[in-house]
């Protein structure tokens, strides 16, 4: 990650026209990155500590100024070049994602660099982009080949200016800053702060016709979020280029499927509403005040969705959940597996075995309506064995007295919890789903 954030650092100079990094640069530049970063006109360091702070940067309460500390060296080797002579230690506006916990027992462990490196890296924040989760941040910047990257970069900037807000309010001469994003989904975690964003850049693209210009697969995204509240460990995940792309078209085409539509409160525009109504419904709701906790198992299968897998089994876990509770099922389930399964390729199944086993399910749900067989729901769910589900799947087909076509099961033992999963979700979709929905 340190190399792929430098050269975000390195793209930035460039587009200023940066070529040399000198102490007169230093000086003459330094609040730019922030400026860029923040959307805000900067005028001393003291503004721009602050604005790092909400930023979620972890400096110190004795932080006050920023260009002491590439200005002021010391002899040793920089972390990335190799070379000796003079260094500056890394801070958290320098480099802000070291894993400090690995520095607390041996000093000689924390990186240094050289003043060009130093302020390079330090320049990447111009390309950083932060998303606030709950009482946390969620940041993000994206990584490939120059030309590539500044032609995603351009795209994804123009689309962030309309999202992103720092807004300032000024008390008694002391300016407060607080950060805004304007998304469609809700976010509690850093998986479904990325996604959410994710489906607006997707939406952005259509609607500006960039689609096919602006391409995701030699650009890779790396996501970082704090793990503790004191900023010593940070964790990363990291997406590559090709799933990005595939990430962008699977969401393109299920947002396609949309119809405008009154949602409670709210009303959804036709490339929000599929994509909403699946994903807003996949809380489960739990006593107590933190909603977080609410949205632990969408975050989960969010961040596998993010990484190319479509878990039909995790999915099937928080839609029993919600049916317990007699809460709607997520809408248009359909459309998200096929989506997925189509540009993906299925880990597991294929898009013709996932419709095959979806549709016996289904007409299995519905067979079961006006019956006292519900039981049977859970017996299959329960069902800890292949030879155990398929006894209690015939069972089943003889209280209701009809025979189905259940080949797919058979031909899929080998994955029978995925298979079970489907057929379950098919199931309930026929039984509980509202008229008109999926």
């Not at 031909?411 to 029978?416: I, K, L, V």
Request: proline share 3%; aromatic share 12%.
């Amino acid at each position: 990650m340190l190399d792929a954030y430098l050269k975000s650092g390195e793209l930035f100079l460039k587009s200023i026209g940066i070529t040399e990094i000198t102490e007169e640069t230093i000086r003459r530049a330094y609040l730019w990155p922030v400026e860029e970063m923040s959307g805000l006109s900067v005028e001393n360091e003291k503004e721009a500590v602050a604005i790092l702070r909400k930023f979620g940067f972890e400096l110190s309460g004795k932080t006050s100024e920023l260009l002491p500390s590439f200005l002021k060296t010391s002899k040793g080797t920089c972390s990335i070049c190799g070379g000796t002579g003079k260094v500056v230690g890394n801070k958290a506006f320098i480099f802000p994602f070291e894993r400090k916990i690995d520095s607390i027992v041996n000093d000689n462990n924390r990186l240094t660099f050289c003043q060009e490196h130093a302020f390079t890296l330090y320049s990447a924040m111009a390309n950083l982009f932060t998303v606030p989760v709950g009482e946390k941040t969620l940041k993000f910047f994206f990584a490939g080949p120059e030309r590539d990257l500044r032609r995603f970069l351009k795209a994804f900037k123009s689309f962030w200016r309309e999202r992103f807000e720092v807004v300032v309010r000024e008390r008694n001469g002391k300016k407060g800053y607080s950060l805004r994003v304007n998304l469609t989904l809700s976010k509690n975690h850093p998986n479904e702060a990325f996604f959410a964003v994710l489906h607006e850049f997707v939406k952005s693209l259509h609607n500006r016709r960039l689609l096919g210009e602006v391409s995701g697969r030699t650009i890779r995204a790396y996501l970082v979020q704090r793990l503790d509240k004191r900023g010593q460990r940070y964790g990363e995940r990291v997406i590559e280029g090709t799933t990005l792309e595939s990430l962008i078209a699977f969401l393109d085409r299920v947002q396609g499927q949309g119809k405008e539509v009154q949602w409670g409160k709210r009303h959804l525009q036709p490339r929000d509403s599929a994509v909403a109504l699946f994903y807003e419904n996949l809380e489960i709701p739990r006593s107590g005040r933190d909603r977080s906790k609410n949205t632990l198992e969408r975050e989960e299968f969010i961040g596998k969705l993010l990484a190319g897998r479509f878990d039909f089994v995790l999915l099937n876990s928080i839609m029993m959940e919600r049916a317990k509770k007699k809460l709607p099922l997520p809408l248009y389930y359909h459309t998200w597996a096929v989506s997925y399964l189509e540009v993906f390729g299925g880990d597991v199944v294929d898009v013709e075995t996932f419709k095959q086993i979806n549709g016996l399910g289904y007409a299995l749900g519905k067979a079961m309506r006006g019956t006292n067989l519900e039981r049977y729901l859970w017996e299959l769910f329960r069902a800890r064995g292949f030879e155990e589900f398929v006894n209690k799947l015939v069972e089943l087909q003889a209280k209701l007295e009809t025979t189905l076509d259940i080949r797919p099961i058979y031909e899929n033992e080998r994955e029978w919890k995925v298979v079970k999963a489907i057929l379950l979700n098919g199931m309930l979709n026929a039984l509980y789903s509202r008229e008109g929905g999926e």
